[in-house]
């Protein structure tokens, strides 16, 4: 069983900053992905951030590119997502994921867990 543990997320006005964070427990396995989705009101679930099992691989999608940093921590089992100049558009369910593909990934369907989510509301 895995669990993944998100937390960080809260109330910021436009223009402010967030940093998520999201632990990974349980019976892992092998060096695995770990990455950022998020879901808005009445939208589907989209990705936003990918890190690769070293950290030396990020990849985002273009909502957020230049404003999100994705980083892993030194024990592995760690990802944070730091969030910048957010804007109300970035208001979400965040949630972290596994895969255990090596490549870009930004498809739901390649991600075997998921973490309950945490909410990130931004004001204007």
């Known amino acids: 069983q895995v669990q993944l543990t998100e937390s960080g997320g809260g109330l910021v006005q436009a223009g402010g900053s967030l940093k998520l964070s999201c632990v990974a427990s349980?019976?892992?396995?092998?060096?695995?992905?770990l990455g950022w989705f998020r879901r808005a009101p009445g939208k589907d679930r989209e990705f936003v951030a990918l890190?690769?099992?070293?950290?030396?691989?990020?990849y985002y999608s273009d909502s957020v590119k230049g404003r999100f940093t994705i980083s892993r921590g030194d024990a592995k089992n760690t990802v944070y997502l730091q969030m910048n100049n957010l804007k109300p558009e970035d208001t979400a369910v965040y949630y972290c994921?596994?895969?255990?593909?090596?490549?870009?990934?930004?498809?739901?369907?390649?991600?075997?867990?998921w973490g309950q989510g945490t909410q990130v509301t931004v004001s204007s």
């Open positions: 994921a596994i895969t255990y593909y090596s490549a870009y990934e930004w498809r739901e369907s390649r991600y075997d867990y």
């Open positions: 349980g019976r892992t396995f092998s060096s695995y992905s």
């Open positions: 890190s690769s099992w070293s950290g030396g691989r990020t």
